[in-house]
């Protein structure tokens, strides 16, 4: 079996996005590249996460051709494929259908950034797509645009995205969005939420980084 190690990873943080509530049923999706060889390991359609093994998951190439695989990989894989050609800091893409980001999809409101854990792992606010339907080259270039080279996206009346660079960064990205949005929204009903200065953020994040960066070279030594 190709890239047994990322494909048991990929299907272990499938499963944890299921058992906290980032998806239901066999909703959203994940990637993961392997940056020696390139290929990518993604989540298959329509299988349900609690069943998911290192198996099941599907290798493609960069433009999304099956290498490995004995299910379909997941419909969003022009998505998948397109950010991870694109951007190459990160190596991970996570498609949420978590409860408050995807409020805010639905009233096609960005989420700002009010806590300090999230401001560091966000970079700053998340901005919001128009709606268009999703799987398609053209809605991959949509997202991908406003996504430019941030941390995460909401997509329009549909739900959210993260980016990092392993599944185990780009989870704790997609939480701190859904920590924020639910957050913003209990604050709401006590009062004004405050928003983090610009600088502030900029600030949190630049060290946030460095330790990451620091954690990466700790592990390769
Ligand atoms: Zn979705």
Known sequence: MLLPELRAEVARYARKMYDSQLVR????NISARDPQSGLICIKPSGIDYELITAEDIVVIDENGKVIEGKW?????????????????????????????????????????????????????????????????EEFAEMVAAVLGDGSAVIWGNHGAMAVG???????????????????????????????????????LRESWLEYYSQKALDHNS
């Open 25 to 28: 049923a066999s909703q959203g």
């Open 165 to 203: 660079t392993n599944p185990s960064h780009t989870f704790s990205i997609a939480h701190a969005l859904e920590d924020s949005a639910k957050i913003y929204t209990i604050a709401r009903q006590l009062g004004d939420p405050v928003t983090l200065p610009q600088e502030e953020v900029r600030q």
């Open 72 to 136: 379909g990989p997941s419909t969003e894989t022009p998505l998948h494929t397109l950010i991870l050609r694109r951007r190459h800091d990160i190596h991970c893409v996570m498609h949420t259908h978590s409860f408050y980001a995807s409020a805010f999809s639905v009233v096609h409101r960005s989420v700002p950034v009010i806590l300090a854990e999230s401001a560091s792992c966000l970079g700053g606010e998340v901005p919001v797509t128009p709606y268009r339907r999703s799987g398609t």
